[in-house]
């Protein structure tokens, strides 16, 4: 059965920590990973990664794919307040015909 | 866990042709429900929200003579899109909720739809 699983579900920080959100996923033909945010409406695309080891980067976050082991992370460091947001996993098959998304990690981090 | 389908998975159809795509919620009564449309490699668009019984809320843009939203139990929200074109063809993504805002979203797996 396809299935992605995020952990954990939720998390409060405070500002400035860094923050590492968990994505396991378990797909027929595997073809990408993705990860969005979401704030208050639609989720707004942050990566997508296909190739193990190969970290992606955009300001203080970060994200990295391991294929063998079927899992992918999102770092954010020095986190502030406008990082709190449901942080969504989904991961790709091939032909695009599913994607398959995790419940979300929800963020929030105070002042 | 919650678990939200969608049928078709896929579907190719002619240009001026109505298709009508499902999204079902299996184990929970869904009060909310969202459509998305996905754009390669962007961020996902909402396009209406619908809670039973009552008329979807469009977002700005999308036009509701075109995209038919109808939920007509909690547990099924049809969308279907009016006199296809092929600018339609895209991935269309519903999501269910149970409870209210900050309640989570449970995501479908999503439609291909290609209008030729």
């Known amino acids: 059965e396809d299935k992605v699983v995020q952990s954990p579900l939720s998390l409060v920080v405070h500002e400035g920590d860094t923050v590492t959100l968990n994505c396991s996923y378990e797909?027929?033909?595997?073809?990408?990973l993705l990860w969005y945010k979401q704030e208050k409406k639609a989720p707004t695309f942050l990566f997508m990664l296909?190739?193990?080891?190969i970290e992606k980067k955009s300001g203080r976050l970060s994200s990295i794919l391991d294929k063998k082991e079927l899992f992918s992370i999102l770092n954010i460091t020095a986190t502030q307040t406008g990082d709190s947001a449901i942080y969504l996993c989904?991961?790709?098959?091939?032909?695009?015909?599913?994607?398959?998304f995790g419940t979300g990690t929800r963020l929030t981090v105070i002042p | 866990g919650a678990v939200v389908s969608q049928h078709p998975s896929r579907v190719i159809c002619k240009s001026g042709t109505s298709v009508k795509i499902e999204c079902r919620s299996l184990?929970?009564?869904?009060?909310?429900m969202f459509w998305y449309r996905q754009f390669p490699k962007q961020s996902l668009m909402l396009m209406a929200t619908?809670?039973?019984?009552?008329?979807?809320?469009?977002e700005q843009g999308v036009e509701k003579d075109k995209f038919l939203i109808n939920h007509a139990s909690l547990t099924l929200s049809t969308l279907t899109v009016t006199s296809a074109h092929p600018e339609d063809s895209s991935f269309y993504i519903c999501s269910a909720r149970e409870g209210g805002p900050g309640d989570t979203q449970y995501f479908g797996p999503g439609t291909r739809l290609t209008v030729l």
């Open positions: 989904a991961v790709e098959a091939t032909g695009a015909n599913n994607l398959f």
């Open positions: 797909v027929t033909n595997f073809r990408s």
């Open positions: 619908s809670n039973e019984g009552s008329k979807a809320t469009y």
């Open positions: 184990d929970f009564q869904a009060t909310t």
């Open positions: 296909t190739s193990s080891g």
